[in-house]
């Protein structure tokens, strides 16, 4: 079946946040330790994006991807986090990991950059986790670079490089 793209509702923020702790879980695996992904938990998660949608709704944006009715992916977009007006920030496209290589993430992504535009910006960005090279790829694929910009940050107890990258909307 083809996937279905639409705005996310409250009820979808508890099954996005499932979604993300098993799509973080598969992606980062090979890199991180299993301590560092153990927690947040599902329903941890999921209270994230409750919360954090609580206080973002109205200037960022979230969609979904439906498979024959069930959640497989979602992205987050809004303003540059070094607030560009300009810019928008693709905070994440995560996909259940039996979506990846279905067309699903690049879906979500040309869907964020249509959502950027229409909000007249004319370049993105994202962050992407360095030793993430499967995402690197996918994004690289889709006509982002890097900027040369790197920040560290945790997940769990393990210390991460996020490398910045950027294209034109």
């Known amino acids: 079946m083809t996937v279905i793209l639409r705005p996310a509702t409250e009820a979808d923020l508890m099954p996005v946040g499932a979604l993300h702790q098993r799509s ?17 938990g599902p329903d941890a998660m999921g209270q994230y994006w409750v919360e954090r949608w609580r206080w973002e709704r109205d200037e960022h944006r979230m969609t979904v991807a439906e498979r024959d009715g069930r959640l497989v992916g979602f992205s987050y977009l ?14 994440a496209i995560h996909l259940d990991p039996a979506e990846r290589g279905r067309g699903t993430g690049r879906a979500l992504m040309v869907d964020a950059l249509t ?7 004319s370049r ?14 996918f994004y690289e694929r889709g006509g982002w670079t890097l900027t040369g910009v790197a920040r560290d ?13 950027s294209r034109v909307v």
Do not use: C, H, K
């Open 78 to 91: 809004g303003p540059d986090d070094e607030g560009d007006p300009a810019t928008g920030l693709l905070n």
């Open 124 to 137: 993105a960005v994202l962050w992407v986790l360095r030793d993430n090279v499967q995402a690197r790829s």
């Open 153 to 165: 940050d945790r997940i769990g107890p393990a210390l991460t490089t996020q490398l910045r990258y």
């Open 115 to 121: 959502a950027m535009r229409a909000r007249d910006r």
């Open 24 to 40: 973080r879980a598969a992606a980062y695996a090979s890199f991180l330790p299993p301590e560092a992904l153990a927690e947040p």
